[in-house]
């Protein structure tokens, strides 16, 4: 085994984490799944060679997919995560105490029981609320119709099982799923690398013609490539930074709030200015 995890994102630039060794590897129908000791990271997980997220930084990734929709919802009850399988988003969301169900549609239980063997405190996953359904997430959304407040998409990058969650196609079907009020977020890569730009403008693309509002908003992740990683925002009328919903983030604080280590009221604000080079992508 190689001592290094090394994924290229453009040419010969990327990410090199050291490893102690491997202690996942499972060609799976849909993908290869592995799980790595890092050196200082934690347990790392990757999907066909890409990281999903490490021990040591994992929170930033999911408080961001997890609590700007739900605090942007007035009362977020019933959930939908298509992907998400280590159950990081899962545990996020299931904080709110509002919440009744969260259908977690993974397509892989490799993922899961990975994250279950050598993640362990990365999922919820004895949470009665939580259903884990091991299907596929484009197929899923095509039978609810105005069921889930929230739907969040925390799949892999796209290329491979992943690529049509980053196609209208699939934002329809969520439209249709999602209630009047409903807020949708979905991972949509780092504006920094050039070869994502694509599915960047496509998610945008058709959030923007469904929604009345769509936004996008970042956060800063240093296992991710680039370390800047974008996120959607589509709501059927919820404004993110309304004052509104800036006073439930402030409540929030009361609750489990200082628990969080990335997410605040600072953070959800601020997570929504764009560098003019990430308008240029989207506008
Ligand atoms: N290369 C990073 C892509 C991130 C996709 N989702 C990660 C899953 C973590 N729950």
Known sequence: MPI????????QTGLTVGLKKQLFHEQTPYQ???VFETDTWGNLMTIDG?????????FVYH????????????????????????????R?????????????????????RASKLHMPDVGDFENPKLNVLYENGLTFVDGPEAEYDVIIIDGSDPVGP?????KKDFYEKCHRSLKDNGVL??????????????????????????????????AFIPLYPTGMWSMMFASKGIEPISDEVMQR???????????????????????????????????
């Open 92 to 112: 996020e969301v299931l904080k709110h105490h509002s919440v009744k169900k969260v259908d977690m549609v993974e397509i892989d239980e490799a993922v899961v």
């Open 50 to 58: 890409m990281v999903m997220l490490s021990e040591r930084d994992e």
């Open 249 to 283: 983030v402030g409540a929030a604080h009361e609750t489990f709030g200082k628990e969080l280590k990335y997410y605040n009221k600072e953070i959800h604000i601020g997570s929504f200015a764009l560098p003019n080079f990430v308008k240029a992508i989207i506008r």
């Open 63 to 90: 408080e961001m997919m997890a609590h700007v929709a739900m605090f942007s919802h007035p009362k977020p009850e019933s959930i939908l995560i298509i992907g998400g399988g280590d159950g990081g988003t899962a």
């Open 162 to 166: 992943a690529v049509d969650l980053f």
């Open 32 to 34: 290869l799944v592995e």
């Open 4 to 11: 290094q995890y090394n994924e290229y994102y453009n040419e």
């Open 185 to 218: 977020v979905s991972q949509t890569e780092s504006p920094f690398v050039e070869s994502y730009h694509e599915s960047i403008k496509s998610v945008f693309g058709a959030c923007n013609e469904l929604y009345p509002v769509t936004e996008m908003f970042l």
